[in-house]
């Protein structure tokens, strides 16, 4: 875990309405334009998307990557994504964020004082994009954010693969920053970042950790091979959890993460999915007792129960004390917890999919699933058991390989849910159950749903990639997964 930053959301709000120095004109011309300080920008971008996409993740991707299941306000648990509860609705904290690190970009190039903010803003604009279309497939994005300079408030949605592979799009966008930061020849430091500690080499690495794992997504369209050979050789990617791209949460309000805030009952509405609980055992994972709270109850025979996703709480109630509620990190320890943007683990994970599909051809598969797990383990302060990686269920080639990759990406991914649902569309690993109560027809969602707000604001672009969708379908497949 890196060092703990305070970022109080109520400082960044009152630094965002009061960021000049010059309390004389404030005063004396009310409706004098101010400059956002870069620093700000990029603090309140890092902090916003981390905290509420974490939060996200927790109450409505993890439901999606079925690491937990919901005991009420379970509709989403249950496959209708169409109705957003105590999470569900991520649109608005892209876009939102999205057009804030715009401002930040478009600060950056407009003034000299701010260039090293580039570089960052790029990738961080890469990232957000990425996982705004791969939830939603097309959206807007070469129009978006063009009211005040072009006048466009309807913007037209572009495919994901134009978004992902076109110019000034996500790979593109990528490539651009890596440049960028290397050709940086000022002395402003980078000022606001919580991220990376103003490190323009962790910031390199980020990116290059980001281009591995957009390849890889992409590659069963794309002949991804000779970049990603190109990019593993340059050996400038995250390789140890102390180049994460990760903040913490603390301990108590105002920056712990948010679960520990909901009053019980809410937070009672999560309980252990029956499908990590099946992974966890198979494996003999000890990080089932971090993950997890052992069940309060004698009639219970094991420790650790799941209870399967999806249930119809109104017809087959839920005996709360017979399930594993979530692990002490997500509500009194939240210090042990980060919001997490890329990890050393998660890219060793990538590594080793990328040797075992010959994707690559530098260093084994073992190796990198074996740091992979070594990582993960310590990312998530769980001690590696001395024969974990060599006699149990997780030892590397004892089952299918890739499937032991992805499952372990998967559960070193519990704070970040969607991911874990994107993986598994991508790959079908983990092998998820089937919903108990489905109101989906028995199916997994493959996207999200363009939100209603889209139609009343940009009806004509809406219907129009709605039309794509077979109707704003959540079980039509975007582009990379096809």
Known sequence: MKQIRNISLLSLVVLFAACTEDFQEIN????????????????????????????EGFTAGSFLGQYFTGTDFNLFDRGDLYSPQLGGNPWPIFYSNLRDNEILLNLSRENEVYAVYEGPALILKAYMTAA??????????????????????????????????????????????????????????????????????????????????????????????????????????????????????????????????????????FVMSETIEEVLKDYNDPRISVFFRPTDSAFVDSRYRGLLNGQDVSTNPVTLKNYSLPGVMFREQTDLLDANFMTAWETNFLLAEAVERSLITIGDAKSYYDLGVEQAFAYWNTELPADYLTTGNAAYGVSDRMEQIITQKWLGNLINGYEGWIEY???????????????????????????????????????DASGKTEGNSINYSVWWDE
């Open 28 to 55: 004396t011309n009310p409706n004098a334009p101010t400059e956002v300080p870069a620093s700000t920008l990029l603090r309140k971008v890092i902090f916003d998307y981390g905290e509420q996409m974490s939060y």
């Open 425 to 463: 569309r991508r790959t079908g690993y983990p092998q998820f159950k089937s919903v108990s109560a489905s109101l989906n027809n028995g199916m997994i969602p493959v996207r999200m749903p363009y939100p209603t707000s889209e139609e009343a604001l940009n009806k004509t672009n809406y219907t």
């Open 132 to 269: 705004l279309t791969d939830f939603y497939g097309d959206v807007p994005y070469s129009e978006a954010f063009k009211g005040k300079t072009d006048g466009i408030t309807s913007p037209v949605y572009d495919t994901q693969e134009e978004i992902y592979t076109g110019s000034n799009g996500i790979l593109d966008n990528l490539e651009q920053a890596i440049t960028i930061i290397e050709n940086y020849q000022g002395v402003q430091p980078l000022d606001g970042d919580d991220l990376l500690g103003g490190d323009l080499n962790n910031w390199k690495r980020f990116a290059n950790s980001l281009r591995i794992k957009y390849l890889i997504r992409i590659s069963g369209k794309v002949d991804v091979r000779t970049e990603l050979q190109s990019i593993v050789a340059a050996d400038e990617y995250i390789q140890s959890n102390d180049q994460n791209a990760a903040f913490d949460f603390t301990a108590s309000r105002p920056n712990n993460f948010r679960m520990a805030n909901l009053r019980d009952g809410d937070f009672n509405s």
